[in-house]
């Protein structure tokens, strides 16, 4: 068992980044396989958000702009000043470094080019396995972070509370490369597990999608389960690795 799990992580270290650079790199995330015009449309197909309403307006894109980057991710509010997003978005690696937190800004609610609200990191939680006076781990369910807001922004625009419990279906909501100035959720797509707190799942997710909240309906409302890690296209569609909420430690 060790031995598979080994054999499919490396699988995974093949696979992309799921960090927004504004270039042509998503295009083969875009193909199925070999079909490039099914893989784009099962994007396109992704409904628009009204990102200014509530609960979308509490996701939103985590900014980074530098001499020799420009990126995007998503991040969803889990409180008043914590936004929960993947940890390679937080980390430059051209440069070699962890973006220091005063670069980076959350755009709540960003739509074409207009937010809710915005507010700058003033610091960011990272796993004990990563090390921010090191290089960047690779390690699967070391891929989350969690930006802390200089400006308590969910107070006024909302939050998503994490689930307090595994699930077998969801959707993402975030900016895909193809679309991102707009807020676009996918269709329930089923979810299983994937070694120690990960999960994973066919999901016509993309660059610029990192980061973004698996979401669940829950009794209780809306509920983040996951945060999109990395993706990999195939024949059957989009595979794509969430690090389970069970395994952050939220502040």
């Not at 993947?86 to 800004?105: D, Q």
């Not at 796993?127 to 107070?155: E, R």
Request: proline share 6%; with cysteine; net charge negative.
């Amino acid at each position: 068992m060790r031995w598979l799990v080994l054999c499919v992580a490396f699988l995974w270290s093949q696979a992309v980044w799921a960090e927004g650079q504004f270039s042509e790199n998503w295009s083969a995330v875009c193909r199925l396989g070999t079909d490039t015009s099914a893989g784009c449309q099962d994007i396109r197909a992704r409904e628009i958000l009204d990102a200014s309403e509530a609960p979308w307006r509490a996701i939103g894109r985590v900014n980074y702009a530098g001499r020799d980057q420009r990126s995007h991710c998503t991040g969803v509010l889990i409180s008043e000043n914590h936004v929960l997003t993947a940890a390679h978005c937080l980390y430059n690696r051209s440069r070699k470094r962890w973006i220091s937190p005063e670069s980076i800004l959350f755009a709540a609610g960003y739509q074409r080019g207009e937010a809710v609200s915005v507010a700058r990191a003033d610091d960011y939680v990272l796993p004990a396995g990563q090390d921010v006076s090191a290089g960047f781990s690779d390690q699967p369910d070391l891929d989350w972070a969690i930006l802390v807001l200089d400006t308590p922004i969910g107070a006024d625009v909302g939050f998503v509370k994490p689930a307090d419990q595994e699930v077998q279906a969801g959707f993402v909501a975030g900016y895909p490369g193809l679309r991102p100035h707009v807020l676009s959720q996918t269709e329930i797509c089923a979810i299983g597990p994937y070694a120690d707190q990960m999960l994973r799942g066919i999901c016509p997710v993309m660059m610029g999608d990192s980061g973004a909240p698996l979401l669940v309906n829950t009794s209780d409302g809306l509920r983040v389960a996951g945060v999109l890690s990395r993706i990999a296209p195939t024949p059957e569609g989009i595979d794509a690795l969430f690090v389970s909420v069970l395994g952050v430690q939220v502040p």
